[in-house]
C-alpha cells in the first residue's frame, strides 16, 4: 500500500508541476484545472489567514511513539528524559529556537549532556485497523511532531471559524449520515488512503507561503521502510501531528468549490462537513 499510494502521489505530483509553473497548457482543460485551483487556494487563504507567530504555537506532546522512543517508553517524562529526534530543515529553523528556550531543552541538558540526533526522517509502522487488517502509519521525529500538534492545532481553530468543528465533528457526521441516508439529501464521500495521496505540490500549489513554509519545515521528508530511505511523494502520512487537519482544510476547500461550480450555495457545517477524508456534500 505504501509503494502504490507513492507512485500515486509521484503521478500527481508531476501533473500538478505544470500549474505550479503557470503553464505553457496544453490544452484548455489544463486552463479550466488551473482556474478551479486557484479558486482553492483562494479558499484556503480565506479560512486560514496569517500564520500565527511563534509566540503562539505552543508545541505539545502526543500519545505515541516517535523515532527515537518506542514501546513502553513514550510516556511525557520519557520523551523529555531522551535524546530528542529532529529533522535537519528543523533544526536550522526558528522553531528551534524556539525550543531552546523550553524545559524539555533543560531537561535534556541534564539527562543526556544536551545530546540531539538529526534523522533524515521519519520512519514506517503499521498499527491494527480493524480485526483483519493493519494500517501504515509514520513515527515523526520528537521535536519535528511536538511543533506539527502546534500547527495542526491552529488548523483546527481556523476550521472552526468558518464552521467546521473537528472536536465534535465524528459525532456529528454520524448524525448527518444517518440523515442523509434517510432523506436522501446528501451523499457521503470515501476516498481511498486519503492521507498518503496527499501529494508535495498540491500542498505547494494551495497552501499560502508562510503556512506552506511552515509545514514544509516540520514534516519529514523521507522516510525509512525495511532498512532503506525513501524520499516521500506525499506530503505527510497518518502520524504527523497536522496532517487530520491538513487534509480536512484541502477537501473542505475542494468540495467548497466545487459546489459552487454546481450553483448550489456551499454553507461549512450545514450542507458541506469534512472530518479528515470523512466527506459530506449536498
Known sequence: ????????????????????LNGPYGSSADVRVGDF??????????????LPPDMFLKGRFGPGATFGDRGCATSVLHKMSSSPTLTAPLSSSSFFGDWLLTAWKDSVDETQN????????????????????????????????FYQLALGSAIRRRLKRCGIDLDDGQNLHRLKAMEASRSGAAATVDLSSASDTLCRNLVKLLLPDDWFWALDTLRSPTTLLNGRTYRLEKFSSMGNGFTFELETLIFLSLAIESIRA???TPVPGLNVLVYGDDIIIP
Not at 479558486?39 to 489567514?49: F, S
Open 1 to 20: 500500500v505504501f509503494f502504490t499510494a507513492e507512485r500515486q502521489c509521484k503521478r500527481t505530483n508531476d501533473l500538478l508541476s505544470l500549474h505550479l
Open 37 to 50: 485551483l486557484q479558486r482553492v487556494k483562494t479558499r484556503i487563504e480565506r479560512i486560514l489567514g496569517k
Open 114 to 145: 544536551g545530546k540531539l540526533t538529526i534523522v533524515r526522517g521519519n520512519r514506517f509502522t503499521t498499527v491494527p485497523k480493524d480485526a483483519t487488517k493493519d494500517r501504515g502509519i509514520a513515527v515523526e521525529p520528537s521535536i519535528n511532531v
Open 262 to 264: 454546481c450553483d448550489v
